[in-house]
């Protein structure tokens, strides 16, 4: 399966937790960006074969319907998609309005993730978001009338003077709004960022949740949209049955993927490459006919199993060490042997009735960066 992810690097204000590629609006650079994005897509050849579309930022929906439009029939004009192609953009709530929605979802866009962060007024301004949470609860509404079928939201937890209960509020409101999808993400505070430097101030009257809180938040998550039919299919994405994102299960599966625009990823044969995120740069390297591509990295035998670990595992359905061990011609139980037993020792993982599925435990899935240091 190949999917085809495409940068759009602008925002209307910088949120103070954010560390993404991505700087402020200027109309005129955007249309430029989006005539120099379609030079790079010239790179990848025509007879390549999508089933999914991904257009990430920064914020996509900043950009001007027009823009927006042309270049999303440019994409579908240049290659093929399979007819289940998932196709998502990413949305501000603070910058749509339906005819800009009508307009996406006419030109072919089928799932839109709205990023959403929280209900609670206080904790957006906080965040620096440009919405409040009543246009959030009316973006999800005119997404739903501008006919897209497949409606995810991103909320955020552990922001600093969040207690358990707003959260719980925010995500009893995310339910009733009815998306198919929910996405859950802790907040981590970047170095270098706003909100990073805020803390770190003398004086500061504020401190992010301890790791006990963020824990309680979490696996009221867990409890609670489970209880309301979403399935957690990975660490921090619930989805109604039927519902779970394409493209990212791709990522998790090792599944090949070209990326393009500022700073993107693409992962081709086993080679993993990155472009670069200057933006000067990336505009003149394409504009002189130069590659933007940063950096290339091989991928070896010994990195793709420790991929297949670290990625496979974010899903709930783990990785099944059989097939894993059948595709690559080893057995993978015996490599990792020593690292498998201290985890399940630790009640990380835990090895499924079935004798080959390996998976987080709950206690696992809370504490997920400690399994995968251990792969990586
Ligand atoms: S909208 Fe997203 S990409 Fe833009 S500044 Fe905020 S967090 Fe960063």
């Known amino acids: 399966m190949h999917s085809l992810y495409i940068h759009i690097p602008f ?27 379609k030079k790079e897509l010239r790179d990848i050849s025509s007879g390549t074969f999508f089933s999914t579309l991904f257009i990430g930022g920064g914020t ?12 999303i029939m440019h994409v579908f004009d240049s290659f093929q998609f399979s007819t289940d192609y998932e196709a998502t953009i990413e949305a501000n709530p603070g910058t749509v309005d339906r005819a800009k929605l009508t307009a996406i979802r006419s030109g072919g866009i089928n799932r839109i993730s ?33 006919g897209f079928r497949n409606v995810s939201i991103d909320l955020i937890y552990g922001i600093p003077g969040q207690s358990l209960s707003s959260w719980k509020s925010s995500l009893a409101r995310a339910v009733e709004l009815e998306p198919h999808h929910i996405s859950t993400y802790e907040l ?4 270098g960022t706003a909100l990073d430097t805020m803390l770190q101030s003398a004086g500061c009257p504020i401190s ?10 979490y696996e009221y998550t867990i409890d609670y949209l489970t209880s309301r039919g979403y399935v957690h299919y990975e660490i921090s994405n619930f989805a109604r049955p039927g519902y779970l ?25 086993k080679t993993r490459f990155s472009n670069t995120d200057n ?20 991928i070896t035998d010994k990195k793709t199993l420790a991929e297949v670990f670290f990625l496979g595992l974010r899903k709930t359905g783990g990785i099944d060490l059989k097939a894993i061990s059948k595709l690559y011609g080893l057995d993978i139980e015996k490599h990792f042997h020593k690292k498998i037993k201290e985890l399940r020792e630790a009640k990380l993982i835990y090895i499924d009735p079935s004798g080959s599925v390996l998976r987080l435990t709950r206690k696992g899935l809370a504490l997920s960066n400690e399994v995968f240091i251990k792969f990586i």
């Open 11 to 37: 925002c209307f204000r910088r949120c103070i937790y954010c560390d993404f590629v991505s700087r402020l609006y200027s109309g005129k650079q955007a249309e430029h960006y989006v005539q120099i994005l």
């Open 60 to 71: 996509p929906t900043a950009l001007s319907g027009g823009v927006l439009t042309n270049l």
């Open 114 to 146: 709205l990023g959403v962060q929280s209900f609670n007024d206080e904790e957006l301004t906080f965040l620096g978001r440009i919405h409040t949470a009543k246009e959030a609860e009316e973006a999800v509404e005119l997404a739903k009338a501008a």
């Open 188 to 191: 981590t505070v970047e170095k």
């Open 208 to 217: 992010s949740p301890d790791e006990d809180r963020t824990i309680e938040m």
């Open 245 to 269: 994102c394409k493209h990212n299960m791709n990522y998790w599966e090792r599944g090949e993927y070209y990326g393009i625009g500022l700073g993107a990823h693409s992962f081709i044969g």
């Open 279 to 298: 933006f000067e740069t990336y505009l003149h390297n394409l504009s002189t006919s130069r590659s933007p591509v940063r950096e290339k990295e091989k």
